[in-house]
């Protein structure tokens, strides 16, 4: 039998018991303050139709959708016959072509010659790529929700408040804090124009956390003043060039972020423009300051300002400062008005969280006309933050709460009894599952991480008492059965 090497697919992890119960803390931490502001759980499928995410996501995006192999016969009729004519004007002498349709070992063959045939693959690369990948594995949280509310929009209840947890996947270049598979945790608000929503999401996310340790900035920016910046350089159809470009100032600097932008098509005036745009800085009310200067002409840009003022004031009532980030683009098509971005601070690492209006994203389903606004949690790497901090409370570590150990057939019988008394009062609990030396239950209890062990020998079965020893201080202490149960195992 040949040998099989294990491994996991690149940018993919598995999780063990320790790692998946600090995640759930901070699922559960996050779902949590969801309920608190009236949202509703809800999944969608792994997989969508491929023209359901094409061209919602930009460029960029486009090209990290994991696409799928359909199964099964992954070529229609019509293209069969089509590749088939094709295939016999580049291959005349392979006549057994003719029989595709009948013969499966052909079928084989042909598929084979299809994929392989590199003339072919370059005529008609794009036809034959989405011939046989007409699903993909969902990029985000966000598309698949919008296609759920122009499906279902008959039956639900505006405003509709959905929080959902799942995985995603992109095929982006695995590196610290990014993975090919990882989850996203998001809160949508559809049907609703009002900025309520967007205060309200500005403070889960100051809720959230806050919860969780984690000191971070909350920055905000404005597609409306994007859009202002994209008319006084241009026109509304350089946005997409200008977004796009702008939202690898990080990663690339200025002077690459020009290079680009003069690579895209705009003059050096409109480059001198954004880059004057680009390095507005200051108190909050200095940046506003500047860019209303800038795009005093544009309502659009009008608009934009007055929303961030709007949201910069009610959450302050509440005790909460924004930053305000105009370099912040988010290079998703979809966005309309106000947009978010959260880092963490006092770590190296990329965006934890982020969101932001989006107001016809149905449209791109058929229904037009319902509003929406939305944010997202990067749950791995919040959990990467967290574990660099040392966040993570102790009890978060504690599955199994007690041990009884196992000292024989009658006493084993004896413990198995008050467990269950103890289980049906929620604490979680175990019996040591054969008669062993007490080094090496102890052992057990502590690799773990039990913090109490119940020891219940023949004497203590005789004198109707336990003994339970507390693993991390050593302390040990005799009670009655009839106390067990009231005992506190934290």
Same mark, same amino acid.
């Given at each position: 039998m040949a040998k099989v090497t294990v491994g996991l697919p690149q940018g993919t992890r598995d999780f063990g018991p320790d790692v998946v119960r600090k995640r759930n803390y901070i699922?559960? #931490?996050i779902r949590n303050v969801f309920e608190l502001y009236g949202f509703q759980p809800l999944e969608t499928p792994a997989m969508e139709n491929l023209d359901t995410l094409? *061209?919602? /996501? $930009? &460029?960029? *995006?486009?090209k990290l959708i994991f696409r799928i192999?359909?199964?099964g016969n992954p070529f229609s009729v019509k293209f069969i016959s089509k590749f088939r004519e094709l295939l016999l004007e580049l291959q005349p002498d392979e006549k057994q072509w003719v029989n595709v349709d009948s013969n499966p070992e052909v079928f084989e063959a042909f598929a084979n010659a299809v994929l392989q045939n590199e003339d072919l693959q370059k005529r008609y690369q794009s036809k034959l790529k989405n011939e046989i990948t007409g699903k993909a594995l969902k990029y985000d949280l966000t598309i698949p929700f919008a296609r759920y509310v122009a499906m279902n929009h008959n039956k639900l209840t505006f405003p509709f408040k959905r929080y959902q947890v799942q995985p995603v996947w992109r095929?982006?270049?695995p590196q610290k804090g990014r993975y090919r598979e990882f989850y996203q945790c998001d809160a949508d608000v559809v049907g609703s124009h009002s900025l309520l929503n967007e205060v309200e999401l500005a403070i889960i996310y100051a809720t959230v956390f806050s919860k969780l340790g984690i000191a971070v900035e909350i920055k905000i920016n404005s597609r409306k003043i994007l859009t202002a910046l994209a008319e006084i350089c241009g026109g509304a159809d350089k946005m997409t060039d200008i977004t796009v470009a702008i939202d690898k100032l990080d990663k690339i600097g200025l002077e690459k972020v020009k290079e680009e932008?003069?690579?895209? $098509?705009? #003059?050096? &005036?409109?480059? #001198?423009?954004? &880059? @004057? /745009?680009?390095s507005i800085a200051g108190t909050n009310e200095d940046k506003l300051t500047q860019v209303k200067q800038l795009l005093e002409k544009k309502e659009t840009g009008k608009k934009g300002i007055e929303e961030i003022e709007y949201l910069c004031s009610q959450v302050k009532t509440q005790g909460l400062q924004l930053s305000i980030d105009f370099t912040l683009a988010r290079g998703l098509n979809y966005y309309t008005g106000i947009i978010f971005e959260v880092k963490a601070n006092n770590v190296q690492m990329g965006s934890i969280g $982020?969101? $932001?209006r989006y107001d016809d994203l149905t449209g791109l389903f058929g229904v037009p006309n319902i509003p929406g606004v939305g944010i997202s949690f990067g749950v791995d790497r919040i959990y990467d933050v967290m574990e660099e901090l040392q966040l993570f409370p102790e009890e978060v570590h504690i599955g199994t709460q007690v041990l009884f150990f196992n000292l024989g057939e009658s006493e084993s019988k004896a413990a198995f009894g008050l467990l269950?008394?103890?289980? &049906? @009062? *929620?604490?979680r609990g175990e019996l040591y599952h054969e008669n062993s030396k007490f080094d090496k239950q102890f052992k057990y209890a502590e690799k773990k991480n039990i913090p109490y062990v119940v020891i219940l020998g023949e004497e203590e079965v005789k004198a109707n008492t336990v003994k339970i020893k507390n693993i991390k201080s050593g302390e040990q202490q005799t009670l009655l059965k009839n106390q067990l149960t009231s005992f506190s195992f934290i």
């Open positions: 699922l559960s #931490t094409m *061209g919602k /996501y $930009g &460029e960029e *995006g486009d192999l359909d199964s095929a982006d270049r932008l003069a690579q895209r $098509g705009l #003059t050096a &005036e409109q480059v #001198t423009i954004i &880059e @004057k /745009y680009l $982020g969101g $932001g269950q008394q103890l289980r &049906e @009062k *929620g604490i």
